[in-house]
C-alpha cells in the first residue's frame, strides 16, 4: 500500500522558514515523479514544484521560484520543500504526490499526472 506522510507544516511570519518533508512508502518510486501542491481556502488545489525520483530535473511555479526549492533523497523514499522568504500568499495546505510519468513541464504541473497523494500539512504565514 503507497503511503505518502507530509509533516513539517506549521505557523510562520512573513520572511521566515520552513521546511516541509514527505515520506514515501509501498512500493519502488524510480521513474516516478514527486510533486509539492498546494491549496488555499476556497481555491483549486495548484502546482508549486516537482522534482524527478533521480533528483536530476526540477521545476517550480513562478509564484515561488526563487524562494522555494525542492529535493529528494531516494535512498531515504524522502522528499523535501524548503520554503524561504515566506508570505502570507503561501498560507495554504501543501500536498505531496507520485505519479509515474514521463518529465516534461507541462505534465508535472497537473493534478490528473499524479496517482497518490498524501494527507496534507498546514502551512500558515502570518504578516
Known amino acids: 500500500q503507497v503511503q505518502l506522510v507530509e509533516s513539517g507544516g506549521g505557523l510562520m511570519q512573513a520572511g521566515g522558514s520552513l521546511r516541509l518533508s514527505c515520506s514515501a512508502s509501498g512500493r519502488t518510486f524510480s521513474n516516478y515523479v514527486m510533486g509539492w501542491f498546494r491549496q488555499a481556502p476556497g481555491k483549486e488545489r495548484e502546482f508549486v514544484a516537482a522534482v524527478s525520483w533521480s533528483g536530476t530535473l526540477t521545476y517550480y511555479a513562478n509564484s515561488v521560484k526563487a524562494r522555494f526549492t525542492i529535493s529528494g533523497d531516494n535512498a531515504k523514499n524522502m522528499v523535501y520543500l524548503q520554503m524561504n522568504s515566506l508570505k502570507p500568499e503561501d498560507t495554504a495546505v501543501y500536498y505531496c504526490?507520485?505519479?509515474?510519468?514521463?518529465?516534461?513541464?507541462?505534465?508535472?504541473?497537473?493534478?490528473?499526472?499524479?496517482?497518490?497523494w498524501g494527507q496534507g500539512t498546514q502551512v500558515t504565514v502570518s504578516s
Open positions: 504526490a507520485a505519479g509515474a510519468s514521463q518529465w516534461h513541464t507541462t505534465v508535472v504541473v497537473t493534478t490528473s499526472t499524479y496517482h497518490y
